[in-house]
């Protein structure tokens, strides 16, 4: 069935750092991801996405990366702060067939002061 | 401009009642999406709302139903409930069914007893 999954369930990372997140996807037809930040009692909050098209974007201290060929995605955070501690979701989604985004079970990041 | 609201923020039921819960999308926004997100897991697609007609639905059973209204606000209903029922529901708003980026809301936390 379809799944996005994650390799790490908790990262900690030096405040400063760079964090790196990693997300393998199941479903090649997907076209659309999305990375989401949810921070304790407060629902997802969007943070990055990318179609399919690409293999890149960077944001504001964010980079999506993403490799179809391997179904790999990657959510890169420049010089971590202490209000990235969060849990970090991949969701993936075929908008050519529908709407559903299907989530990751997500990746705890703990940062280290 | 208030984003996505939910009501209540927390609710205890008991096994074999029924809960409905409400949300209010963000101003502008036509389409409201459910999730179900259990502890320690990513949301789960419930279904989504547009034009006051369920467009897409997850794999969840016929207990759970829901409403949109004229003015885009959205109700979930769970009827029979079970002790698997208890989580953070979570409520998302887009435009243009959900190829917009989609707004959370901080969630209805359900306890089944």
């Known amino acids: 069935g379809e799944s996005v999954g994650l390799h790490l369930p908790t990262l900690s990372v030096q405040e400063g750092d760079n964090s790196i997140i990693n997300c393998a996807y199941s479903?090649?037809?997907?076209?659309?991801f999305i990375w989401y930040k949810q921070e304790s009692g407060k629902g997802p909050q969007f943070i990055i996405d990318?179609?399919?098209?690409?293999d890149k974007r960077q944001g504001q201290r964010v980079t999506v990366l993403l490799n179809k060929t391997v179904k790999h995605l990657s959510l890169q955070i420049a010089a971590t702060q202490p209000g990235d501690s969060a849990v970090y979701f991949c969701a993936e989604n075929n908008r050519i067939r529908d709407d559903k985004i299907i989530f990751g079970k997500g990746t705890r990041l703990h940062i280290l002061p | 401009d208030a984003g996505v609201t939910q009501s209540p923020t927390h609710l205890i039921k008991t096994r074999g009642q029924q809960v409905t819960l409400r949300c209010s999308p963000k101003?502008?926004?036509?389409?409201v999406s459910w999730y179900q997100q259990a502890l320690g897991q990513g949301p789960q697609f419930i279904f989504q709302y547009y034009e006051e007609e369920e467009r897409q639905r997850g794999n969840f059973p016929d207990r759970f139903s829901g409403h949109q209204f004229p003015n885009y606000s959205s109700e979930l209903n769970v009827n029979a409930l079970l002790l698997g029922d208890s989580a953070l529901y979570l409520c998302?708003?887009?435009?243009?069914?959900?190829?917009?980026?989609?707004?959370f809301g901080p969630g209805t936390r359900l306890t089944v007893t």
């Open positions: 990318i179609r399919s098209n690409m």
């Open positions: 998302a708003s887009s435009l243009d069914r959900g190829h917009d980026e989609q707004y």
């Open positions: 479903n090649s037809a997907s076209d659309y």
């Open positions: 101003s502008g926004h036509d389409t």
